[in-house]
Structures are given as structure tokens and as C-alpha cells.
């Protein structure tokens, strides 16, 4: 599996189960629970796929240079952390709907990369 498709995959799983995971958030918490969830899945989504780019973007110019990651990430991080201020500060999103979608990617690339690990054995 190139990581184009792992990108796509995980990207196309997380969206999915999000969406599921958001929809027993409204059944739950209403509103704040489903929008909580789909900002917390479109926030881990962006963050991954900003990433990614930046990644791809430091292999193919053969340069990693240590400052432009840090800069990176901090950029990343600040917009992650301000989006979920801004949500939870006016009430908007629930925190634990908010983490609920947070955690989806992570436990997706874990379970693809596994799954990749085993088809290469």
C-alpha cells in the first residue's frame, strides 16, 4: 500500500465511522454531541492530511529542515487548539462528542497500518 492510499483510506474510513459516531452523539447529546463529534473528526482529518502534505512536500524536496517542522506543527497545533477553543467556549460542541471524534483516526491508522504490516509478511 502506497501512502497515497493509506492517506485515502484512513481519510475515507475516519469520515465514515465519524459520521456514525456523530449521529449517536445527536441521539444523545443533540446538536452539540453531533457537531462536537464531526469537529473533532474534521479537525483529526485536517491535521493528518496537513501533515501528510508537509511530509511529501519535505521528501520530495530532499530537505528537513528542523525549524520549518517545528514551525509546522505549531501552526497545526495553534489551529487545532483555537478551533476547539472557539467550540467549546461558545457551547457549540460537547467535550466528550469532541474527543469522541478525535479519536477515530488515530485508531484507524493504528488498525491500517497493522492490517498493511501483516500483508507484507
Sequence with gaps: MTPG??????????????????????WLGGAPGALGALAGGALAVGNFRW???????????????AGAWLIGAGL?????????????ATGW???IALLAGFSVLPCDLVTRGLAAA???R
Design 51 to 65: 501533515l501528510v502534505a508537509r511530509a511529501g512536500l519535505a521528501k520530495a524536496t530532499g530537505s528537513v529542515s
Design 76 to 88: 497545526r497545533f495553534a489551529a487545532c487548539t483555537a478551533a476547539c477553543g472557539v467550540l467549546l
Design 118 to 120: 501483516r500483508e507484507e
Design 5 to 26: 492510499e493509506l492517506t485515502t483510506r484512513v481519510t475515507l474510513d475516519t469520515c465514515a465511522v465519524v459520521a456514525a459516531v456523530a449521529a449517536i452523539a445527536a
Design 93 to 95: 460542541a460537547d467535550p
